[in-house]
């Protein structure tokens, strides 16, 4: 039995550690911010929890197996704010999402069918520079 | 009661997470919790919008379903970081939406964001602006299957 558990274990280990190394090289190869953010996201959402679950499996039955699950709902709620909060200060900067049909193609010009209004804001002169 | 039974909440949380049971740390603890929501009741004065979630089976049917699609839309992305090719299209549109309660579209919103390969760039009161790793990504959402099972949930 605890031999299954060790098992068990170890593929959740492995396979989360995998998983947080395919974010990094997601985020390496991906072209833009935006979708960089995509390679990070997998990193939390299944990364984190698949460790977390390995880490359950050796500790066993107690009140850490609790904490760790809490550790979890709370990476899991986190995220997608943390992330939002990312993307939004991104676009207050004025970067825009590489926009293609492959993605070889450059940047299309992002907003023909009205963007959101942050757009707008961008037109404002950069502070830096005055 | 709406304070009542959060203290009594944040208290059993506390004692969850702290594991010892000494006078000294259970009355730290208790006046921690009471300054929380000491603090609550201050924030809700310009907030407003304290109100309790009715938990029904149908949100944990949801998060199951959630996590199932979650665990394959990793898949799909992991694949796409690995392919030699980087076979990605990222797009970033408009997306419609008819929920229109705040609760389900915090919901809604935060879904897309957490599922990798979409992301939530911008909420406003009948759409959404999603940005997505590849067309298909879009198309899925455009399809409206998570839209369909949160307007179903009892919130």
Known sequence: MSMVLEILSWICLIS?????ISGGVGLLRLPDFFSRVH???VTETLGTPLILGGVMLQTGWSLDTIKLLMVGMFVLATNPTATHAMVKA???DGQ????SNDSESKATPPLENG???????NQEEDPSSS | MYYLVLTVAL???WVLLSGHYTALL???GAASVLLVVWFLRRMDRVDGEASFTRISPGLFGYFGWLMMAVVKANIDVVKRIWAPNLPISPTWTRLETEINTPLKKTLYANSITLTPGTLTTNARRDHLWVHCLTQDNAKELRAGEMEGRIRKLNL
Do not use: N
Not at chain 1, 16 to 20: S, T
């Open chain 1, 16 to 20: 989360g550690g995998f998983l947080c």
């Open chain 1, 39 to 41: 390679a990070s996201s």
């Open chain 1, 90 to 92: 991104a676009l207050h």
């Open chain 1, 96 to 99: 825009t999402p590489l926009e």
């Open chain 1, 115 to 121: 963007g959101p209004k942050e757009e707008e804001a």
């Open chain 2, 11 to 13: 208290y059993l949380f």
């Open chain 2, 26 to 28: 259970l009355g730290l």
